[in-house]
């Protein structure tokens, strides 16, 4: 065919750029962009580097989440998920780069959990991530400037209000005509929600929980974190899986052959969380999942509250109601 080089990658180029998953919640698309740099809460004479995780559905163009941080660990990528998924439902697939925070193990794990397939991108392939690439240009057009703007002019200086003028900008770019698909990312997304898959909460509060191995001594006590903990007596000198909430460790679940024994109790309690938690008073610590289930529970609860006290008043009203008629 006497193809050059250079027509092949075109070629290629395009293909991906024309590929297109059919449903919402069919791929979604990471990556994380450094463009930005916000003063150091530690040293407001100099400047640091915020990073910008993002999270693209493949079909709308719709961002599932996007937040700021300063610095690319992986508890910010899972924040990130755990905020797309407890709003959109899961993925059925998820593709990335191979950087170090979405190799991580936990992130395996995580996806495994969730029935989503985990594709990492190809080394030098930046056109497989089309997508988010694209995002990530349209990004520094329309974002960028006018962040560094307010930077400049010492009207933008915290993560917060970083992240609270992104919110507002991707409200605008989600009611934004695209330009590839013709319909808002919005629109493009809801038009097709019914096939999207979402988990009860109960089971994603264990999707998202962490899991390591361990060897328990002969004694009967594993550690994590400093912390000592008791377990099963008949678990001495084998090998076994424990899962748990980084944000609480006291609560240690063990598992071996996929078969759950009695949760560890601390026998020395030194750290109440993991010390790969980032320490940034700027973003919310408290765990997601858990914050988001108390927050439906109470609600639920309070829904039925109101169900029960309109009943016992619709019936208190039409006895009464009843008692008037035969005094008449």
Excluded at 147 to 167: P, V
Excluded at 172 to 181: K, L, P, Q
Aim: proline share 4%; hydrophobic share 30%; net charge positive.
């Amino acid at each position: 065919m006497g193809w050059s080089k250079k027509d092949i990658y075109r070629a290629i180029k395009k293909e991906f750029r024309h590929f297109e998953h059919e449903m919402p919640n069919d791929c979604w698309q990471a990556d994380t962009q450094h463009t930005l740099y916000l003063p150091d809460p530690k040293n407001p004479g100099k400047r640091k580097k915020a990073y910008l995780i993002a999270i693209i559905d493949d079909h709308s163009r719709r961002i599932m989440h996007a937040e700021f941080f300063m610095e690319e660990k992986y508890p910010r990528l899972e924040r990130c998920v755990q905020k797309a998924v407890l709003r959109f439902g899961v993925p059925n697939l998820f593709f990335c780069d191979n950087g170090s925070v979405y190799s991580a193990k936990q992130f395996q794990i995580m996806c495994a959990r969730m029935g989503t397939k985990l594709i990492h991108a190809k080394p030098y392939s930046p056109e497989s991530k089309g997508k988010i690439g694209k995002f990530f240009q349209y990004v520094d057009s329309s974002f960028t400037g006018e962040a560094n703007l307010l930077i400049n002019q010492g009207k933008l200086t915290t993560l917060k209000q970083l992240n609270g003028y992104l919110r507002s900008w991707l409200e605008a770019y989600d009611n934004r005509i695209h330009r590839s698909t013709k319909e808002t990312p919005k629109k493009r997304y809801e038009a097709q929600t019914e096939h999207t898959r979402h988990l009860p909460m109960e089971m994603l509060k264990e999707v998202f929980l962490w899991e390591e191995d361990r060897t328990v001594r002969k004694t009967a006590i594993i550690e994590v974190e400093g912390n000592r903990y008791d377990v099963d007596s008949s678990l001495r000198g084998k090998r076994i899986q424990i899962r748990y909430n980084p944000f609480d460790l006291s609560i240690i679940q063990i598992w071996k052959d996929d078969e759950r024994y009695e949760d560890a109790k601390p026998a020395e309690l030194r750290n109440q969380r993991h010390s790969r938690l980032p320490a940034d008073t700027e973003v919310d610590q408290r765990p997601i999942i858990a914050s988001n289930f108390l927050e439906q529970l109470k609600k639920k609860q309070e829904e039925e509250k109101r169900k029960r006290v309109g009943t016992t008043s619709f019936a208190m009203l039409k006895e009464k109601q009843s008692r008037g008629y035969k005094e008449c």
